[in-house]
């Protein structure tokens, strides 16, 4: 006698998706441990990650310590004015809006197409303050009312590398008219030996802010491998003692350099100009495998 069929035979996952945007090929992949979760990927990068059902769940390292700087960036739970420069699946966006209710957000994400993807498979919540324009991430910045926001994210890659034009000192003064007095600036960087873009970055923040901070893995810092480094800037001092006990918490924990330590890992490097920037360099394929 045959066996019947159970019918509550577990029901099969979210299938992934896969779209051509103007930066290349978009995947969402699902999470297999979280029902609800995606990993975006740009040409087989991982660029983010959402858990629609728990927006405040930061899966990258990078993300993670982006999300302890818009943790400490006003008390806890009061509403921010923010802006985002590049979008990806929109994923610190969310976690502003729920982290901190009634923020008024924009994004600024030149690659219209992936919007319109991100936002038909990964739904934003309707009562999220939250505008996203298409285009480029300086002229939107641009766009932005003079001392209108709380706090700057800079997370912008075309080809997994930052567009030289948003690596300048000229560009930081687009980031400081924007912001408040006090307003924060953050900016996600990726470098490897020898660490000369890295180095150049924190030697044009220091030209701007007088305050800054790098949170990193200790092995990125010291040259050994490629990864990700996120840059604090602001005005006024930054709460430097909460964000390394954050940053040595995680999953990853991460060391935060700061004062005369992280001016002295520049090297001597000199700010970067409109007239001199590079794009930041591409990361070895091993990374992503």
Do not use: C
């Not at 090297?267 to 001199?276: I, K, L, N, Q, S």
Request: glycine share 8%.
């Amino acid at each position: 006698m045959a066996k019947s069929r159970n019918p509550r035979r577990k029901q099969p996952g979210p299938e992934p998706v896969a779209e051509q945007v103007d930066g290349g090929l978009a995947e969402l992949v699902p999470d297999r441990d979280r029902p609800r979760a995606w990993t975006l990927l740009l040409d087989g990068a991982p660029q983010s990650h959402v858990d629609l059902d728990d927006p405040a769940y930061l899966s990258f390292e990078y993300q993670r310590r982006l999300g302890h700087v818009i943790d400490l960036a006003a008390p806890p739970g009061k509403p921010v004015h923010a802006v985002h420069l590049g979008g990806g699946a929109l994923t610190l966006a969310r976690y502003v809006a729920a982290t901190r209710p009634r923020s008024t957000q924009q994004v600024v994400e030149r690659d219209a197409a992936l919007v319109q993807l991100v936002r038909r498979e990964l739904p934003l919540d309707p009562a999220a303050r939250i505008r996203v324009r298409s285009a480029d991430a300086r002229e939107g910045l641009g766009k932005v009312p003079d001392g209108w926001a709380d706090l700057v994210i800079a997370d912008v890659f075309s080809g997994a590398r930052t567009p030289a034009h948003l690596t300048s000192t000229e560009f930081l003064d687009e980031v400081r008219r924007a912001l408040k007095p006090g307003g924060v600036y953050a900016a996600n960087l990726a470098d490897g030996p020898p660490l000369a873009h890295l180095r150049g970055q924190i030697a044009t923040a220091a030209a701007r802010f007088a305050e800054l901070a790098l949170v990193a893995d200790p092995a990125v810092l010291r040259g050994k491998r490629f990864g990700n480094a996120v840059l604090v800037a602001r005005d006024l001092p930054l709460p430097v003692a909460e964000l390394t006990r954050r940053a040595a918490s995680d999953p990853h924990p991460a060391r935060v350099e700061h004062g005369k330590a992280l001016l002295d890992f520049t090297g001597g490097a000199a700010p970067v100009t409109d007239a001199a920037a590079v794009a930041s360099p591409a990361p070895p394929p091993s990374v992503f495998h």
